[in-house]
């Protein structure tokens, strides 16, 4: 087929391929290594910092009355935005905290609900933050989205290549056998920076379910409902379920949220959740949603985040992902010498 191409594509094509990866070569490197790293993040945190992780002796919890209460005597001034309850890798609460525009994640103790700390802003999160968005906020983001969609021009381009028949090479057979990869880490760096084109387009091919959050009625701004108590009415309409999530509401009008799980909480498969929406003023069940009835539209998109972060598949999952995530700069550095050789 590929002969059959006018010979202007074939060379537009190729020296697409070219100029992209020598362009977008060093951004690419940074991401996939960075990428690499990252994989093994809450490995590398749990060993450098036991502390905030440590499971539970006997497997004790302190009750939510008594986390939130600990949170906000060691945050004066801050507001509980929600508190995450432990989960089979991380044995302690992890609570969040706001004051204006200041987000900050604490980790209190599973027994006693004592705040621990925080982690440090060390190597490990400033490597987060630069893959996610460069270190650029909004910004960072947009450039990543435009880097996802050179990633992706690289891949099809150098398939087309590799159609064409060209000699083989390490740079043709890593590309060749990887390129599915490389087009997948495209396609979720692209969801991440542009959501809503990425949403619309999943919705055209498999419809989304479109949840309206429900809101609380204002009638009695004075009225104050317990965090215990919604809690135990949740855990009470689904009693085979563990506590896995509590959410403030953020304004007059927001619910507070329970989040149940009623297999593992904590893992990358979240169908077996439940939420429910509770009126922040009269405690009125305003929605309680199954997450296992979703459409494939909804599956897909549940996944793209824990497939593009290696997830499934456990520790042997992430060495493999952390494996494919070097096809990138082995692709770079066998195109720089098949570019020397044609130059020589």
């Given at each position: 087929?590929?002969h ?8 537009l ?6 100029w ?5 070569g ?16 809450q ?10 992780f440590?499971v ?11 986390v939130?209460r ?5 945050y ?14 991380r ?7 706001s ?15 004592r705040?621990?700390g ?12 630069f ?7 909004r ?15 690289l891949?099809?381009?150098?398939l087309?290549?590799?159609i ?10 890593i590309g060749?056998l ?13 969801y991440?920076?542009?959501?809503q084109?990425f949403r619309r ?43 896995a ?8 009008r ?14 990358v498969?979240?169908?077996?959740e ?16 199954d997450?296992s009835?979703?459409?494939a539209?909804?599956?897909l ?38 570019w ?5």
């Amino acid at each position: 087929m590929w002969h059959r191409t006018p010979r202007v594509l074939r060379r537009l094509l190729f020296q697409a391929h070219r100029w992209t990866g020598l362009v977008a070569g060093i951004y690419v490197l940074a991401i996939a290594l960075s990428g690499a790293v990252l994989v093994f993040r809450q490995e590398i945190q749990a060993a450098m910092y036991p502390h905030y992780f440590r499971v539970s002796a006997d497997g004790t919890l302190a009750d939510a009355t008594t986390v939130i209460r600990e949170v906000q005597a060691a945050y004066p001034g801050y507001r509980v935005s929600g508190v995450d309850w432990p989960t089979y890798r991380r044995g302690t609460f992890l609570a969040y905290v706001s004051r204006g525009n200041e987000f900050r994640t604490v980790f209190a103790d599973a027994e006693t609900g004592r705040v621990v700390g925080e982690l440090p802003f060390d190597a490990i999160r400033w490597l987060q933050d630069f893959h996610a968005n460069l270190r650029g906020a909004r910004m960072g983001l947009t450039i990543n989205g435009i880097g996802a969609a050179l990633l992706l021009l690289l891949a099809a381009s150098g398939l087309f290549v590799w159609i064409r028949g060209v000699r083989a090479s390490w740079h043709v057979t890593i590309g060749a056998l990887l390129s599915p990869m490389i087009v997948l880490w495209a396609l979720t760096g692209m969801y991440f920076a542009f959501p809503q084109p990425f949403r619309r387009a999943v919705n055209a091919v498999a419809p989304l379910t479109v949840v309206r959050a429900p809101e609380s009625s204002p009638s009695d701004p004075g009225a104050f409902v317990q965090p215990a108590e919604l809690i135990a009415r949740a855990r009470a309409a689904f009693p085979q379920a563990r506590l896995a999530r509590f959410v403030f509401p953020f304004d007059a009008r927001g619910t507070y949220v329970v989040v149940l799980a009623r297999g593992v909480h904590g893992d990358v498969d979240t169908t077996d959740e439940v939420t429910l929406h509770f009126d922040q003023y009269t405690a009125e069940l305003l929605l309680a949603r199954d997450h296992s009835r979703r459409s494939a539209g909804d599956t897909l998109l549940a996944w793209t985040r824990p497939v593009h972060m290696g997830m499934p598949g456990g520790l042997t999952g992430k060495i493999v992902w952390a494996i494919f995530a070097l096809a990138p700069p082995a692709l770079l550095v066998t195109g720089l010498a098949m570019w020397r050789n044609r130059t020589a």
